[in-house]
């Protein structure tokens, strides 16, 4: 089974983790994934083991139970990084975003670093999965050697904004100079059957703004989106998550395929299309999506 179809990714919110109130907040919030963060918006430095500590006890509280917790770590040329997953490989941490990811040996790195703390503290050895970000114009050309440097990775996230600025480019309303990078980091991620994760929406107040880049999400092939505002998850789920239609539909499609080979029959016919073994894999991704969902509520 593809590693990523254990996890729900439609919505993987960044919470700062040094901040109580956005804390309290998040474990009363439906994001699926919630990214605790230790890197950019964990300032000053004395605030990151502030927020390593929050992290421990929220989690052996039980405070994010219903959630799958990512924290953002520092990356490898931080001087943080050794202490963010030496205290944070514990049980309720399903994994670690991993920012900065250059190249797949960043993430072989940190893989190997994991690998020895699991077997110091007896766990299974790939317990903690990876989330690598993708952030710069060299990131996006390796992006398949990113989705392949470590079993542990189950989706990489795209960050458009150091994008832009590495590229020197500017980004516009019309998303043109981020476009060619969404399109290779999401065939990046399904060639190697990892959960495409799309950019932040930055204009956070703009829903209607947000309804176009997720319709353009979905038409790329992403999963799932990296959240800023809790008030966009609504709209974040609504299109990462399968309609009733949907729903309906693949349901009738594996039945008519399912008829079709009890007879003998090749293919089956919907709606004067032949059903093929892509549509009934699609159709079966559609329903495992929507039975997690459920799992969810």
Known sequence: MNQSSEFLLRSLLFV???NDRLL????RLNADVLLLDLEDSVQPVENKQIARNKIIERVQRGDF?????FPRINDRESGHLLKDVTSLAIPGIAGFMYPKAKKGEDI???DKLLETI???KNLPIGTFKLIPLIETTGAVLNAQDICTASKRVIAIAFGCEDFVSDLQGVHDAEGQSIFSARAIIAMAARANNVAPIDTVHI???????LEKNLILAKKL???GMLVLNPKELPLVHQYFSPSEQDVADAKEMLTLFEEAQLNNQGVAVKN???IGPPMVLGAKKVLEKHNRILQRI
């Open 272 to 274: 004067g299309k032949f």
């Open 16 to 18: 700062p983790a040094h």
């Open 118 to 120: 699991e077997f110091e």
């Open 65 to 69: 139970a219903k959630h799958h917790v």
């Open 221 to 223: 092939g992403y999963e």
């Open 203 to 209: 204009k956070v107040h703009d829903l209607e703004d």
């Open 24 to 27: 309290d907040s998040a474990a």
């Open 108 to 110: 072989y790195f940190i």
